[in-house]
DNA sequence: CCCGAGCTATATCAGACCAATATAGCGGAG
DNA sequence: CTCCGCTATATTGGTCTGATATAGCTCGGG
């Protein structure tokens, strides 16, 4: 989904700044399958506001760089829905570690074992991301998102789980020895 | 996985024309999780044969334009290995269906309706593509880029499944009434 | 025979995006 | 005082994408 689009779904909940726009997709619940660097959030952002999609407000607080407060436009809101009425985008996935594991032949179990044992960890770090997150009250739309990001995380975990018992690490070895 | 490294990796497994190493990595157990497009492989491959990681012959048999067929030197396959030994680059997933399910609060039932059905559709197809390829001899490393991908995709397509249940169409509202 | 579609094969380009970095503060801890 | 973490804006060189161009060859249909 292209940064345009992103920003404008965010504004659609509220006024925000550039940085807090990227704070808001980096909620723990949505951060698994959006993403988008202040790099292109900024350019995006000016490029909305020249297509009259988004305005913005600057508030001088004693602040330097100062803060400017984006709003989405009628114009703004009618573009962003137009387009998730239109042509659905494909999802990507790019996994290096799964490319890693394609060539670990290449690898001795130690570090095949650290790199499952790594991936485990991280994968866990998110589902508990997004599952204390749903603690707080969810709508229909969080609700769904959190299933489905439980829902696969929980399932890869359970497959690397069980496929780490084939790797054992130098130490293992050396302690059955 | 940068290009470069992708293009290494496919190069251990054999000489490849650009073409074919495109070819190679959209092999439908693969091409859930890595994908390049030929605008950044010819470059990659250009980089690899100036910094010395790749050779290069052509084959002129009458064809325009002719034929490169990569290898990969005893230099490029250390340094591919050595990045397997190195820091793993983080998975990355993109999901504009998740995110326009995040907004769905602005589309009717049928417009949810028909993007829960084109998601499973196309999920059965990549499910389809791994499950079928993987009838072929499979060696370790391929088993467990299969078990993981079948692992994620199902786990997902029960998820949408059970879900889809709550939406209805205006086709199924007509037929109640 | 001709034409079109699909395939093999190389190459390029404008636009999109990333990671890193720069700048400018503020507040808190050591 | 210094350093770290945070809020906040902005930029840049490098990487990648999708589309496109070019150059064939083969096969099937008219």
Known sequence: MDVR??????????????????KLFEDGRFSYFVEASFGSIYPALSRLTEDGLVSVREEAGGRRPDRKVYSITEKGKSTFVAGLNGPMPDDRFRSPFLFAMMFSNFLDQTRIAAMIDGY?????AKLAQITCECGRPCNAQEAFICGYGRTAYSAVLGFLKERRKEFKTDAAIAAAE
Chains 1, 2 share one sequence.
């Open 120 to 124: 485990i960890a991280d994968t866990e």
């Open 5 to 22: 689009t992103i920003c404008l779904g965010i504004l659609t909940r509220g006024d925000a700044t550039g940085y807090e726009i990227k």
